[in-house]
């Protein structure tokens, strides 16, 4: 069973451009996380999706957006990217309502230069 | 606003050792309390998870405990071996909001052979 795939795995962008992120979560799985992971913040909570709804939004500035599609895909994006969006962002998927954990993606690793 | 602190940030064993790592939270309102292992380069795994109505869960060499009244949480790894060094994560949640985890700094293991 394929796990949760993330495209791309890295990224280089420059400042002020705009960047949309991809994940593909387990076959099944209805609700979709996302996570910005940096060394100085830990990991951090973006949103939550489930069927195409968003439940849950973190802290996070208007720039930072997500949607979900039909099929439970889902993106994100960041526009207007600052030197410090610089992270692994990380998707996690799971079948909701099941008090199922989690099953985390290997990230796609941004770089903003 | 720090919700979930984690202590220590590093720990050095034996193998064969046990590896203790602890947890606090703030929030009352959490009810779900999993723990996560990472390896450079890849997400977070799900390791073991607790609720609190009961006090301590074992599953195989992992034991998380919980003090409800102290707001603490702890994993235990029993027999610590080189292959179980890793990063890991505690982290907090509402049950039913599991796709918005609170993650606690993370604590870097290293065990010795």
């Known amino acids: 069973k394929a796990g949760v795939t993330q495209t791309p795995r890295y990224l280089i962008k420059t400042r002020g451009q705009q960047v949309t992120l991809s994940c593909s979560p387990i076959?099944?799985?209805?609700?979709v996380s996302w996570y910005q992971q940096t060394p100085g913040q830990g990991l951090q909570f973006l949103f939550e999706y489930f069927s195409e709804t968003q439940r849950n939004k973190g802290n996070f500035p208007g720039r930072f957006s997500g949607r979900q599609f039909s099929n439970s895909r889902s993106e994100m994006n960041v526009s207007t990217l600052e030197l410090g969006d610089s992270a692994l962002y990380l998707c996690?998927?799971?079948?909701?309502?099941?008090?199922?954990?989690?099953?985390f993606g290997s990230g796609t690793r941004l770089t903003v230069v | 606003q720090q919700q979930v602190k984690q202590s220590p940030q590093s720990l050095i064993v034996q193998k064969g050792g046990i590896s203790i790592i602890n947890c606090a939270y703030e929030n009352t309102a959490f009810d779900y309390f999993p723990w996560y292992q990472q390896f450079p380069g890849k997400g977070p795994a799900l390791l073991i998870a607790i609720r609190p109505d009961v006090s301590e869960k074992k599953e195989g060499r992992f034991t998380i405990s919980f003090n409800k009244s102290a707001k603490q949480f702890s994993l235990h790894i029993m027999d610590s071996q080189p292959g179980d060094s890793a990063t890991y994560f505690c982290?907090?949640?509402?049950?039913?909001?599991?796709?918005?985890?609170?993650f606690g700094k993370g604590t870097k293991l290293s065990v010795k052979p």
């Open positions: 076959s099944g799985h209805r609700s």
């Open positions: 982290a907090a949640s509402k049950w039913g909001s599991q796709g918005n985890l609170i």
């Open positions: 996690a998927s799971s079948l909701a309502g099941t008090g199922m954990g989690y099953t």
